[in-house]
C-alpha cells in the first residue's frame, strides 16, 4: 500500500503524506521527543516524557483498516515526520473510530492538521468507517477550531476533557 501524495498547505509549505509504516517507529519516537510539553500533554492527556518501544511498535504496526495511520513529512526527508493522523476503531462499534492529530510545534498554524485529516478521512470512508469520535483537553482551542470546522457535534466538555463526534460522509 503506497498511497502517498504531496499536499500543499494553507501556508504554501508542500509536505509529502503516506501511509505510516513499521520501520517509522524510531522516527516517531524522535518527533515526539521533539514536541514540548504542552504538545505533549495535549496529545496523550497525561505526562509522558517519552514513546516507549512497545508504544512505537502499536502506532507503527496498524492494519490500514481497524486502525489506519498517515504521517506527513517533508518531500525532502522521508525520515523527519512533522505530523501524524490516525484512527483506530472501537471493537464494540466498528462504525466508529477514535480520531488523533499531531503536529509538530514548528509546523503548527500552516496547515498541516487539516491536510493530514482530509488524507485520514477519505481513507476512513473507504474502509467503512462512518463516524470519528475525538477527546481532547479542553484549553486546546487550535484542534477544537479545526475539529468543529469538520462539522464536530456532540461538543461536551467534562472537567479539562472535551469531546465530540464528526460524521463522516463519502464524497459526492
Known amino acids: 500500500m503506497d498511497g502517498a501524495c504531496e499536499v500543499e498547505l494553507r501556508s504554501g509549505d508542500v509536505v509529502r503524506v503516506r501511509p505510516i509504516r513499521d520501520s517509522d517507529a524510531?522516527?516517531?519516537q524522535r518527533a515526539f521527543a521533539l514536541m514540548s510539553e504542552q504538545s505533549q500533554y495535549r496529545r496523550?492527556?497525561?505526562?509522558?516524557?517519552?514513546?516507549?518501544?512497545?508504544?512505537?511498535a502499536y502506532f507503527t504496526a496498524v492494519d490500514h483498516v481497524?486502525?489506519?495511520a498517515y504521517v506527513a513529512h517533508s518531500p525532502d526527508d522521508e525520515t523527519y515526520i512533522i505530523g501524524v493522523a490516525?484512527?483506530?476503531?472501537?471493537?464494540?462499534?466498528?462504525d466508529d473510530a477514535?480520531?488523533?492529530?499531531?503536529?509538530?510545534?514548528?509546523?503548527h498554524g500552516r496547515g498541516l492538521a487539516t491536510a493530514l485529516l482530509r488524507v485520514l478521512t477519505a481513507r476512513a470512508?473507504?474502509?467503512g468507517v462512518k463516524r470519528f469520535r475525538a477527546e481532547m483537553m479542553a484549553d486546546n482551542e487550535p484542534i477544537l477550531r479545526l475539529l468543529r470546522r469538520a462539522g464536530m457535534t456532540d461538543e461536551t466538555v467534562r472537567g479539562e476533557v472535551?469531546?465530540?463526534s464528526i460524521e463522516l460522509a463519502p464524497p459526492c
Open 26 to 28: 524510531f522516527e516517531l
Open 66 to 68: 481497524g486502525h489506519e
Open 162 to 164: 472535551a469531546s465530540g
Open 98 to 107: 477514535e480520531l488523533a492529530i499531531t503536529v509538530a510545534d514548528t509546523w
Open 44 to 56: 496523550f492527556m497525561t505526562g509522558t516524557p517519552r514513546l516507549t518501544d512497545s508504544q512505537a
Open 86 to 94: 490516525r484512527f483506530i476503531r472501537y471493537v464494540s462499534a466498528p
Open 125 to 127: 470512508v473507504e474502509v
